[in-house]
């Protein structure tokens, strides 16, 4: 596991052994920024739900967001996160929260609302749907930012949750990723289509 590009472009980053965390795989990081990168540079505050390693929000970091947020539930995964963070050297704006991503929802007051929250729980994960309408619910998301979630094939996602809409989806093997924006859900531009790609509109600011 690595950091694709950036200023860190090239780390490697620890994993937690035999603790049943399961990084995004590199290939699938490279798609979801591979799209990212289409909406422009990545700024403003980020956000990582069921962090594991780190590699998202780190990814983030690397390629120009101002600052980072890390949740997870374990605490040693916690100081593999802080770990990466120094080796990265980003431990002043990287900041690790070891709480379950529901609290964390509930409770968090960020300095500015989320450009990106990446959202990738174990893809059997019979929440995910819940936490999605969490994350609706929670206002933490900036008016044109997205909230990226990694899901396995058979977790079949609705278009809408609240206010968040789905404008893309993708499938690569055995993983896939849906991105949300807040608005109305516009059947014409969305694309529910593991192939298909929707031309992005906005800047990620």
């Given at each position: 596991?690595?950091?694709?590009?950036g200023s860190a472009?090239?780390?490697k980053l620890k994993a937690p052994k035999g603790m049943g965390t399961?990084?995004?795989?590199?290939?699938?990081?490279?798609?979801?920024?591979?799209?990212?990168?289409?909406?422009g540079p990545i700024r403003?505050?980020?956000?990582?739900?069921?962090a594991?390693?780190?590699s998202l929000g780190i990814e983030c970091l690397s390629r120009g967001a101002s600052s980072a947020d890390f949740v997870e539930r374990n605490a040693h995964v916690c100081k593999i996160i802080s770990e990466n963070l120094a080796h990265t050297k980003f431990s002043e704006r990287g900041n690790v929260h070891t709480m379950p991503?529901?609290?964390?929802?509930a409770s968090a007051a960020p300095p500015e609302k989320y450009?990106?929250?990446?959202?990738?729980?174990?893809?059997?994960d019979p929440a995910i749907?819940?936490?999605?309408?969490?994350?609706?619910?929670?206002?933490?998301?900036?008016?044109?930012?997205?909230?990226?979630?990694?899901?396995?094939p058979q977790v079949v996602l609705a278009d809408q949750y609240g206010p968040l809409h789905r404008i893309k989806f993708r499938r690569l093997g055995d993983s896939c990723f849906s991105i949300f924006e807040p608005g109305q859900l516009d059947e014409s531009a969305t694309d529910s289509a593991p192939e298909q790609a929707v031309q992005p509109q906005r800047s990620v600011a």
């Open positions: 596991m690595r950091v694709i590009t472009k090239g780390h399961r990084p995004m795989l590199d290939r699938v990081k490279e798609a979801v920024f591979s799209v990212l990168e289409g909406y403003g505050n980020v956000l990582d739900l069921y594991g390693t780190g991503v529901a609290r964390y929802l450009a990106i929250i990446f959202m990738d729980p174990p893809y059997a749907e819940e936490m999605i309408h969490a994350v609706a619910d929670s206002a933490l998301l900036a008016e044109e930012g997205l909230l990226i979630v990694g899901h396995a």
